[in-house]
């Protein structure tokens, strides 16, 4: 089970590398429309996530993620934590 | 955005490739010669990404099969499987598949994509759990979508990860269907089946088994991947095409599970479509029979695939990690890709162009697939012609790792 905050260290973590130098990872950051990530490239971090936590998210709930915030809710769900 | 709006994004793609000359998507073949050659732009080019595996398109007992039952039976069956459009044929072809393959059951489909896609949505349901590979096709992406169950990935050929994923769903990993693919059709690579079929029986998980590509290509009796590693036993559903080693259109799904049977009742693209016409299914029949005989076939098709894996390799060319019948050659820019797309057709050469995201990664392919039908000075041009690419000024940009 992994709190809000656990789960948010951990999206942000593995965003770091597609962040601009210079810019922060705010939680309202948009995956695609402000990091220009492809849906590939967000399944890639996804599947890099999971391992971290050890689940395996659905792809189902993943059309209603479009946020840093959404991502690290959907995995406190998923892990077992509160649901969003 | 408007209803249509989305439409723009394909419209400025189009104008973008229409600015390096002919669209590569839809090329016109305006007079096809033989399974290898044809008519594109009023040029003889050699077929070099036609599926067409062992070259059987034109099998003169196939034609007549087919041009009998054109004649006998009509241009189509105008109705489902369900209602007016089983035939004699249908059940013959049914039974001889089945038989292909030693399974007690087979169900025939329109075509290969609509057997996919029916199979996987019709066996897993709302409480179930679909684990496909990463790289699945279209097909099962969109089967498993309307399925309702629950939808997982694992990384591509990756059996850990795989493995993973059933320990964390625990019981739930018995209500799970596992799909994968024998050979994958942009890559060329193959899945590591024993070890997979090993994986999902100790989590107690169903595989179905898309041989696709690799009917025809595998096995002594050109059954896939699974005969030619020795692990059918442990394949639940087979599901597979007619439209690419046994040259005609239409697809299939096996089993000696009985509720492939009862799919008939549950797969929505088997009863809410119309049947393969006769002619289809009689050509279909006849080129079944050539595949299982096909030994000599498949070792031409093995010794041309790896003539030109060779060939390019030697050339300098980043491509698939195997040598087979799909030979994909890894372009990073895609600029460069569009332009090496045109000089290969412009000098009598057709190959797929494949672009991100109908590639697996973020290069672009240029991919081939070869044919027991092409002769050695077939697959040398291609070669010559390829390796003609890397001598001529390039695009800007990134084009081609060399091969290390």
């Given at each position: 089970?992994?709190?809000?905050?656990?789960?948010?260290?951990?999206?942000?973590?593995?965003?770091?590398?597609?962040?601009?130098?210079?810019?922060?990872?705010?939680?309202?950051?948009?995956?695609?429309?402000?990091?220009?990530?492809?849906?590939?490239?967000?399944?890639?971090?996804?599947?890099?996530?999971?391992?971290?936590?050890?689940?395996?998210?659905?792809?189902?709930?993943?059309?209603?993620?479009?946020?840093?915030?959404?991502?690290?809710?959907?995995?406190?769900?998923?892990?077992?934590?509160?649901?969003? | 955005?408007?209803?249509?709006?989305?439409?723009?994004?394909f419209a400025d793609l189009r104008d973008e490739l229409l600015s390096h000359g002919t669209l590569p998507f839809g090329v016109?073949?305006?007079?096809?010669?033989?399974?290898?050659?044809?008519?594109?732009?009023?040029?003889?080019?050699?077929?070099?990404?036609?599926?067409?595996?062992?070259?059987?398109?034109?099998?003169?007992?196939?034609?007549?099969?087919?041009?009998?039952?054109?004649?006998?039976?009509?241009?189509?069956?105008?109705?489902?499987?369900?209602?007016?459009?089983?035939?004699?044929?249908?059940?013959?072809?049914?039974?001889?598949?089945?038989?292909?393959?030693?399974?007690?059951?087979?169900?025939?489909?329109?075509?290969?994509?609509?057997?996919?896609?029916?199979?996987?949505?019709?066996?897993?349901?709302?409480?179930?759990?679909?684990?496909?590979?990463?790289?699945?096709?279209?097909?099962?992406?969109?089967?498993?979508?309307?399925?309702?169950?629950?939808?997982?990935?694992?990384?591509?050929?990756?059996?850990?990860?795989?493995?993973?994923?059933?320990?964390?769903?625990?019981?739930?990993?018995?209500?799970?269907?596992?799909?994968?693919?024998?050979?994958?059709?942009?890559?060329?690579?193959?899945?590591?089946?024993?070890?997979?079929?090993?994986?999902?029986?100790?989590?107690?998980?169903?595989?179905?088994?898309?041989?696709?590509?690799?009917?025809?290509?595998?096995?002594?009796?050109?059954?896939?991947?699974?005969?030619?590693?020795?692990?059918?036993?442990?394949?639940?559903?087979?599901?597979?095409?007619?439209?690419?080693?046994?040259?005609?259109?239409?697809?299939?799904?096996?089993?000696?599970?009985?509720?492939?049977?009862?799919?008939?009742?549950?797969?929505?693209?088997?009863?809410?479509?119309?049947?393969?016409?006769?002619?289809?299914?009689?050509?279909?029949?006849?080129?079944?029979?050539?595949?299982?005989?096909?030994?000599?076939?498949?070792?031409?098709?093995?010794?041309?695939?790896?003539?030109?894996?060779?060939?390019?390799?030697?050339?300098?060319?980043?491509?698939?990690?195997?040598?087979?019948?799909?030979?994909?050659?890894?372009?990073?820019?895609q600029e460069?890709a569009i332009a090496?797309w045109h000089?290969?057709?412009?000098?009598?050469?057709?190959?797929?162009l494949?672009m991100?995201?109908?590639?697996?990664?973020?290069?672009c392919?240029?991919?081939?697939?070869?044919?027991?039908?092409?002769?050695?000075?077939?697959?040398?041009?291609?070669?010559?012609?390829?390796?003609?690419?890397?001598?001529?000024?390039?695009?800007?940009?990134?084009?081609?790792?060399?091969?290390?």
């Amino acid at each position: 089970m992994a709190s809000y905050e656990q789960c948010l260290g951990i999206v942000k973590e593995a965003l770091g590398p597609f962040v601009p130098p210079g810019k922060a990872i705010g939680t309202e950051i948009d995956l695609v429309g402000d990091l220009g990530l492809s849906s590939l490239q967000v399944l890639e971090i996804v599947t890099d996530i999971e391992d971290s936590l050890d689940i395996s998210l659905p792809l189902n709930e993943l059309p209603n993620v479009n946020t840093v915030e959404q991502l690290a809710r959907l995995l406190e769900s998923a892990s077992g934590g509160e649901a969003a | 955005m408007s209803l249509l709006g989305k439409f723009q994004a394909f419209a400025d793609l189009r104008d973008e490739l229409l600015s390096h000359g002919t669209l590569p998507f839809g090329v016109v073949t305006e007079k096809i010669l033989s399974p290898t050659e044809g008519i594109v732009h009023g040029r003889k080019t050699i077929l070099a990404g036609t599926n067409n595996y062992l070259g059987l398109t034109f099998d003169a007992d196939a034609v007549k099969a087919g041009q009998r039952a054109l004649a006998e039976e009509g241009t189509g069956t105008t109705g489902s499987r369900m209602a007016n459009g089983t035939y004699a044929g249908h059940l013959a072809l049914e039974k001889e598949i089945a038989e292909f393959f030693n399974r007690r059951h087979a169900l025939v489909f329109t075509t290969g994509f609509s057997a996919t896609m029916g199979m996987v949505c019709a066996l897993a349901g709302r409480d179930d759990v679909l684990l496909i590979d990463a790289d699945c096709h279209a097909s099962i992406y969109d089967g498993c979508r309307l399925s309702g169950a629950e939808i997982l990935r694992f990384r591509h050929n990756d059996v850990a990860d795989l493995e993973k994923r059933l320990r964390r769903l625990g019981e739930r990993a018995a209500n799970t269907l596992v799909v994968t693919e024998g050979l994958y059709s942009m890559l060329g690579d193959q899945a590591p089946l024993e070890a997979m079929v090993e994986v999902k029986d100790r989590y107690g998980a169903c595989l179905l088994l898309d041989e696709a590509h690799s009917m025809g290509v595998f096995g002594n009796r050109g059954r896939g991947l699974a005969e030619a590693l020795d692990v059918e036993d442990e394949v639940d559903f087979v599901v597979g095409t007619f439209s690419k080693s046994l040259g005609s259109i239409g697809g299939f799904c096996v089993s000696n599970r009985p509720e492939l049977e009862l799919s008939r009742f549950a797969a929505r693209s088997y009863i809410f479509t119309a049947s393969p016409t006769p002619s289809i299914v009689a050509s279909t029949r006849v080129t079944l029979q050539r595949v299982a005989e096909g030994q000599e076939l498949r070792a031409q098709l093995w010794e041309n695939s790896r003539r030109l894996y060779a060939g390019l390799t030697e050339a300098g060319f980043r491509l698939g990690p195997e040598p087979g019948p799909v030979v994909a050659v890894f372009v990073d820019c895609q600029e460069t890709a569009i332009a090496w797309w045109h000089d290969l057709l412009e000098n009598g050469v057709y190959v797929n162009l494949v672009m991100p995201p109908a590639t697996p990664s973020t290069s672009c392919l240029l991919r081939c697939s070869i044919s027991a039908a092409h002769t050695p000075e077939q697959v040398g041009h291609i070669v010559d012609r390829f390796a003609a690419l890397l001598a001529e000024p390039q695009a800007t940009g990134a084009a081609v790792t060399k091969a290390g």
